[in-house]
């Protein structure tokens, strides 16, 4: 009750701050045409995530990214952060209530068709594109979650994020596996090899507990094996696909024994722990932001990334989009507000941010990869380049209002099974149960956003 | 009750002295009723009540106006940015709510769970504070000690346990040396006791404080009287302290409970979203509804059922123990 009526509260704030802007001055639109955009005396609004792993750098970073947009355009740049997912939602609604707020906001992929959902935010021109400096500056696979379909577009690729797996060079030699797996049949296999629970080490780490990583899983395999989740109006979650990729990542566990049986509880971090301590073949899931954590690692200069596998259990070769499906496509996209009144400026700072040197700087820097194409092809550190692969290989996941609600049913289904994924196994029937469900409630949510 | 209504008097003739009469006149000797009326009627600072009741407005009221005409509208994520005209529904999200949604359910999770943490809770928190009544070497420190769950934030309190009731974790362990397998504590069926559990570790001293500060007002002759009497320490605490406890520890229990009810770090912080289905309790299931599935309108609706559902055995209970009414001095006590 106390976060409803926190809802409640926005809203009001919302509606006041509406008030309030009505005496407020209306700054006038922009207007330029042509060449550089003249935001002399002007002030631009940015919402971007707060980066607690790189913090003291992201300051520095709004600081130097000021400073050339203010020598570019004379226009000051005004950063906002937000803590969470949640903050940052309640920022946009309070926005989008009251029609103001900040100018550009940066969202995570998944998020985007939620956001896009909501009209309130620019769907660009062929005009617009090019004032961010053309469409084919992007990484053509990174454009893939910016709209329902090319025409509409909202969402500004920033950086790409595309999840990967690490490898123990020296656990897989010593196992005399000579490359990693590109099927998830074989991966078990392997992972078998790997295991030895008189060291406690084992073949594969994941976090059962972890509030993303097991629909990343589910989607991956379904799409491998033909299933997108999604097909126009219908939602296919209770399709053998799906029921066989619980079966497999539940699997590792019960069958294959091939994972920590603690990882029951684990989430991501515990994963990367348990891979960085030398207890584990493989690490699943994981991204380039896991490098500053494996380099002060045991680990150290023993480790690789590759893509994940893109066979799905039980085939033998990728199906569909399988091939193209090694990663959600993953990462952060741009979009500017529809209210906002300078929309030319806030092109010109997505302009520079996402210019080459920019991405190349911000990769040096966080470890994300450039949605840049050209930046992303110039990348030569050797570690990398399986993760910019990953990038060209990500596949987006479905584009809809709904989709919040199918990721959730997704973990869902894993949430409540872990009771019996720790006492060694997993019934059909309540497997089957969970999925039933899962595609009722998903698909109420779809029939929702079919209708607006 | 003499004794009560005798500090009543008390304590109402010292701010009468020096206040000035509305009157101007003398007053006569005899009026000492009459004044008291005359200061708790004639003069009662009104106004006093602007700034709260302005924020009570702004902060309380509106918003829950707002609720309740949000709890009739289709307002998702599609309809949010013209939310004022978004499609009027009438009662479709109340009888989605109470129908097609786990609400009645979690209703029950938050309302036995609250119950149940306080049922335990209040014994624990007498003994404490009877336990420290009286002066002993260290009391201070103990005093000190004792509260320290109730000063940590929620968020704090909630990620500690967490990490100790790991699969494998320090709880486990340290059971395991026993020979005994707890199971999970984190996923499943258990989860429900194991919020319970978290749930009377972190809230316990607060009844504690508050019959603490029952047990101070217990008037130094009353425990000479019964000494006198040779009522022994049984005796004593049964008849003659207890009922002075009887005020603060239903006020305890009527904030606790609502506390409980209300409190979403704990379970959130502890077993994260989507939660186990055993302890998907309201705040928790309101949560999801509006920011995870983005149906506002039908998350009004459901806290607004709630709203509804524990105000009427508050209302009654207010009633039972009289809290709302200040003119009874048992009230107070």
Redesign the interface.
Same mark, same amino acid.
């Given at each position: 009750m106390r976060f409803a009526s926190s809802a409640r509260l926005a809203a009001v704030v919302a509606a006041a701050a509406l008030a309030l802007t009505a005496c407020g001055s209306g700054s006038s639109d922009s207007g330029s045409t042509g060449g550089a955009v003249d935001g002399k005396g002007k002030k631009l609004s940015v919402l971007t995530g707060v980066n607690a792993q790189y913090s003291a750098q992201q300051k520095q970073w709004f600081t130097d990214i000021a400073a050339k947009f203010k020598a570019q355009t004379g226009a000051d740049v005004e950063f906002e952060t937000f803590a969470s997912a949640n903050d940052e939602l309640t920022r946009i609604q309070t926005s989008v209530v009251s029609g103001q707020g900040p100018d550009v906001y940066s969202l995570g992929t998944t998020f985007t068709p939620t956001a896009y959902a909501t009209k309130a935010f620019v769907t660009l021109s062929d005009d617009d594109w090019k004032k961010v400096g053309g469409k084919d500056r992007f990484n053509p696979a990174a454009l893939g979650i910016s709209g329902p379909d090319e025409q509409h577009q909202a969402g500004i690729p920033f950086v790409s994020r595309p999840f990967v797996m690490a490898y123990n060079k020296e656990l897989l030699a010593a196992a005399g596996i000579d490359k990693p797996a590109t099927s998830w049949d074989e991966l078990a296999v392997q992972a078998k090899k790997l295991t030895n629970p008189a060291t406690g080490t084992f073949g594969l780490a994941t976090g059962y507990k972890d509030n993303f990583d097991p629909w990343k899983f589910i989607w991956a395999m379904s799409v491998q094996a033909g299933n997108p989740l999604v097909d126009g109006k219908n939602l296919k979650l209770d399709d053998p696909a799906v029921k066989k990729a619980y079966e497999t990542y539940f699997g590792w566990l019960t069958k294959d024994k091939v994972v920590d049986p603690a990882s029951v509880g684990w989430s991501n971090s515990n994963a990367v722990a348990a891979f960085a301590a030398g207890k584990a073949g493989f690490l699943l899931m994981t991204t380039s932001s896991s490098i500053p954590t494996l380099e002060k690692s045991a680990i150290v200069g023993k480790y690789a990334y590759t893509t994940m596998p893109t066979t799905a259990p039980g085939e033998s070769s990728p199906k569909g989009d399988g091939d193209k499906a090694a990663s959600i496509l993953s990462g952060d996209n741009v979009v500017v507000a529809d209210y906002s009144k300078q929309k030319d400026l806030a092109f010109a700072y997505i302009k520079l941010i996402t210019s080459k040197e920019e991405q190349l700087n911000y990769q040096k820097i966080f470890g994300d990869l450039p949605a840049n194409n050209e930046a992303l092809k110039s990348l030569e550190d050797p570690k990398l380049k399986p993760i910019a692969d990953a990038a060209a290989k990500s596949k987006a996941t479905p584009f809809t209002g709904a989709w919040g609600d199918i990721q959730l049913a997704l973990l869902n289904v894993t949430v409540q099974s872990i009771p019996e994924l720790s006492s060694g196994s997993v019934s059909d029937s309540a497997l089957q149960a969970r999925l039933k469900d899962a595609q009722s409630k998903a698909q109420a949510s779809l029939d929702r956003a079919s209708k607006s | 009750m003499s004794t009560d209504s005798f500090r009543e008097a008390r304590t109402a003739d010292v701010p009468a002295a020096g206040a000035p009469q509305p009157g101007g006149g003398s007053v006569p000797p005899s009026g000492r009723s009459v004044r008291r009326k005359g200061l708790s009627e004639r003069n009662r600072p009104l106004w006093m009540l602007i700034p709260g009741g302005a924020l009570m407005l702004?902060?309380?009221v509106?918003?829950?106006l707002?609720?309740i005409y949000?709890s009739v509208l289709n307002l998702?994520?599609?309809?949010?940015?013209k939310?004022v005209s978004s499609p009027f529904v009438g009662l479709e999200n109340f009888v989605e709510a109470l129908t097609d949604s786990p609400l009645l359910h979690a209703v029950w999770l938050s309302v036995s769970y609250s119950l149940i943490a306080m049922i335990v809770t209040v014994p624990l928190g007498i003994a404490a504070a009877v336990a420290t009544q009286n002066a002993f070497k260290g009391r201070a420190l103990i005093r000190s000690v004792f509260l320290i769950p109730y000063v940590l934030p929620s968020f704090v309190v909630a990620t500690v346990w967490r990490t100790m009731f790991?699969? =494998?974790?320090v709880v486990d362990s340290a059971l395991g040396t026993f020979g005994i397998d707890p199971?999970?504590w984190?996923?499943? %069926?258990q989860t429900y006791w194991t919020l319970i559990l978290v749930q009377i570790w972190a809230s316990w001293p607060f009844i504690y404080l508050l019959a603490l500060s029952g047990l101070q007002s217990v008037d130094h002759e009353v425990h000479e009287a019964s000494a006198l009497d040779g009522a022994l320490w049984w005796n004593k605490l049964r008849y003659v302290i207890f009922p002075y406890l009887k005020g603060p520890l239903s006020l305890a229990f009527l904030i606790g409970m609502l506390h409980h009810? =209300?409190n979403?770090t704990l379970p959130f912080v502890l077993f994260?979203?989507?939660?186990?289905?055993d302890v998907e309790v309201? %705040?928790i299931l309101?949560?999801?509804t509006?920011?995870?599935?983005?149906r506002?309108g039908l998350?009004?609706a459901?806290?607004f059922v709630?709203?509804v559902l524990?105000a009427i055995p508050l209302f009654i209970y207010l009633r039972a123990v009289k809290l709302d009414d200040a003119e009874t001095p048992g009230g107070k006590k």
């Open positions: - | 702004i902060i309380i509106a918003p829950m707002l609720g949000m998702d994520q599609y309809t949010l940015r939310w790991q699969p =494998n974790g199971g999970l984190l996923n499943g %069926p009810i =209300n979403f994260g979203v989507p939660a186990p289905a309201l %705040p309101t949560y999801v509006s920011f995870q599935s983005f506002f998350s009004a459901m806290a709630s709203l524990v």
